[in-house]
Nanobody
Framework: QVQLVESGGGSVQAGGSLRLSCAAS????????MAWFRQAPGKEREGVAR????????YYADSVKGRFTISQDKANNTVNLMMNSLKPDDTAIYFC???????????????????WGQGTQVTVSS
């Protein structure tokens, strides 16, 4: 049974930092796409960052480039999202997602991801 468990959300003031983690289990964590999405109240879920676990190639939404970093810890089947210079607009529920099996084409279409975590709240105050 595939499971994705997020941790690390919380509240922070604008300009602060938070680190999210996603622990994956129940499948062979190798050569698949992992991603972070977010959903703010009243808005659609949107892609934030993606990583192909085989090569480590990463992709970012324009809104977070230069501020967020997605990384992986293969030994622990974990994907992390380091969020710096946070803004109130970053306030949302953040979801970890896995596309498995997958090719190296890690697109941002949320419908391509077949496993999801429960989400973790990130709140940024001004």
């Amino acid at each position: 049974q595939v499971q994705l468990v997020e941790s690390g959300g919380g509240s922070v003031q604008a300009g602060g930092s938070l680190r999210l983690s996603c622990a994956a289990s129940g499948y062979t964590y190798n050569r698949n796409c992992m991603a972070w999405f977010r959903q703010a109240p009243g808005k659609e879920r949107e892609g934030v960052a993606r990583i192909y676990t085989g090569s480590g190639n990463t992709y970012y939404a324009d809104s977070v480039k230069g501020r967020f970093t997605i990384s992986q810890d293969k030994a622990n089947n974990t994907v992390n999202l380091m969020m710096n210079s946070l803004k109130p607009d970053d306030t949302a529920i953040y979801f970890c997602a896995a596309k498995w099996p997958s090719t190296a084409n890690c697109d941002s279409d949320l419908h391509e991801y077949n496993y999801w975590g429960q989400g973790t709240q990130v709140t940024v105050s001004s």
